[in-house]
Structure formats: structure tokens, C-alpha cells
């Protein structure tokens, strides 16, 4: 039951980086002009996109320099969730699973 739940929040963790992925091609692809937000289906998935998306983000971009218009955040986001948060959340389910409880430590 417990590794269930484990995975459950490796799969929502992953999802959640695939919508920052698809949050900076779509603004992106806004930016260019291939996307027409006028559209309605356009705009509403974009809409959502920037809500879900925007709570982690902002906070990062004001932690970073200006760069004129390249905005490194959602790389920096992807980053941290795979270097941080998956291993993270790998040994923390060691821990609980198997009682190894030094695999936090290292």
C-alpha cells in the first residue's frame, strides 16, 4: 500500500514536470506567433497551463537576473525535480519500506 502511494507521487511529480515542459513550448510557441490565443480552446489550455504552472515559477524568476527575454526557470525547475525531488523521494521510500533508514543521511 505504501509503495502505491509512493508511486502515486513519482507519477504526479513526473507530470507535473512534463506541464512545465509544455508551459514553456506553448509560451513559446504564443511568442511566435504560431498559436493564436484568441482561440478559445487555445486559451483555455493555456490558461491552465500558466495556473498550474506559475506558483513554482515566479518565485524563481525573481531569484534570477534578467537575461532579455530568456527565461531560464522552467529549466531550473526541471532540474531541481530531477536531481532533487525524485532521488529525494526514492530514498525516502526505501526508508520507509525496507527500514533503511541511513539512505536519508547520504
Request: glycine share 4%; proline share 5%; net charge positive.
Amino acid at each position: 500500500m505504501i509503495s502505491i502511494l509512493f508511486n502515486l507521487v513519482a507519477y504526479l511529480v513526473w507530470a507535473y514536470m512534463w506541464a512545465v515542459i509544455l508551459a514553456a513550448v506553448f509560451s513559446m510557441l504564443v511568442a511566435f506567433g504560431v498559436l493564436d490565443t484568441r482561440n478559445r480552446m487555445v486559451w483555455t489550455i493555456g490558461d491552465f497551463l500558466y495556473r498550474v504552472t506559475e506558483p513554482v515559477l515566479r518565485p524563481i524568476r525573481n531569484v534570477l537576473p534578467n537575461l532579455g527575454g530568456i527565461d531560464l526557470s522552467p529549466w531550473v525547475v526541471i532540474l531541481v525535480i530531477q536531481l532533487v525531488i525524485m532521488p529525494l523521494l526514492a530514498r525516502l521510500e526505501a526508508a520507509v519500506l525496507f527500514g533503511a533508514w541511513r539512505a536519508l543521511a547520504l
